[in-house]
């Protein structure tokens, strides 16, 4: 007696369907990355700016955060609705509303970078000559950079997770396949859809945290310097041991 296929069967894991399936997951895991790169590099695009604006000008902070932040809480469902008529069916709606969505991580995190910078740093750049561009490009900017890069990656990892939304349009990357399989619940789909999109976060969100690590030497140098004036403790509490002559 022949042994039921695990598709026939409708498992959860089923090797099977990965292998007959292989192409289809490929094609919509490298949309869903398309669309999801393509966002944050708008969205950082847009966001500068309206960042740089908010802090240049302190009447266009409130206005400009406020904004943001009211996109921020539009339902995913309604954005697009909203943005239909000017895109139409198309990758454009499903990006627009992405970037729509990353704009208020991004440019809160941008603005708190570049307030974080010590004063003494940018008056030490002054001192030396620095224009205003200068100083942002070659003092400010790298100093922010540890803020800035954890607005990039909660921003990634939010629009990897919204990317799935645009299955209502056809657009959606791995979203398309966990729609197509719902309504006969199609269970190795789901399952092989939805944990690929959690690989794809984790991966972006490591990748991303590597690349702030190499961008920011002296945040390790710092950290490194930190642990090393800690006092060696022994085992009886109050106590340390002297390290050196």
């Not at 627009?96 to 995190?109: A, E, K, W």
Request: net charge positive; hydrophobic share 50%; glycine share 10%.
């Amino acid at each position: 007696m022949s042994t039921q296929s695990c598709l026939a069967a409708n498992e959860w894991i089923c090797g099977e369907y990965l292998r007959s399936r292989s192409q289809e997951l490929i094609d919509a895991t490298v949309q869903h990355i398309w669309i999801t790169v393509v966002s944050i590099l708008i969205g950082l695009l847009v966001a500068f700016p309206l960042a740089l604006l908010a802090r240049t000008k302190p009447a266009f902070a409130g206005p400009v955060l406020g904004l943001t932040t009211l996109l921020y809480t539009i339902p995913s469902l309604a954005m697009f609705s909203l943005l239909l008529p000017f895109f139409g069916l198309s990758s454009a709606l499903v990006i627009t509303g992405l970037v729509l969505y990353s704009l208020t991580i991004l440019v809160r995190n941008i603005i708190a970078g570049l307030e974080s910078v010590p004063a003494e740093a940018k008056e030490a750049a002054r001192g030396m000559g620095y224009g205003s561009g200068r100083l942002l490009w070659e003092v400010e900017l790298p100093l922010a950079l540890p803020a800035l890069m954890a607005g990039v990656r909660i921003a990634t990892v939010s629009t990897i997770a919204l990317t799935t939304v645009g299955s209502i349009v056809g657009r959606g990357g791995l979203g398309n396949l966990i729609e197509d399989a719902l309504p006969s619940l199609f269970k190795a789909q789901v399952l092989a859809a939805s944990v690929l999109c959690v690989l794809l976060a984790i991966t972006a969100d490591l990748l991303l945290l590597g690349l702030q690590r190499l961008l920011t030497p002296w945040t390790r140098i710092r950290t490194g310097e930190g642990r090393a004036s800690r006092p060696a403790r022994t085992g009886r509490p109050g106590r340390a041991v002297k390290v050196g002559g």
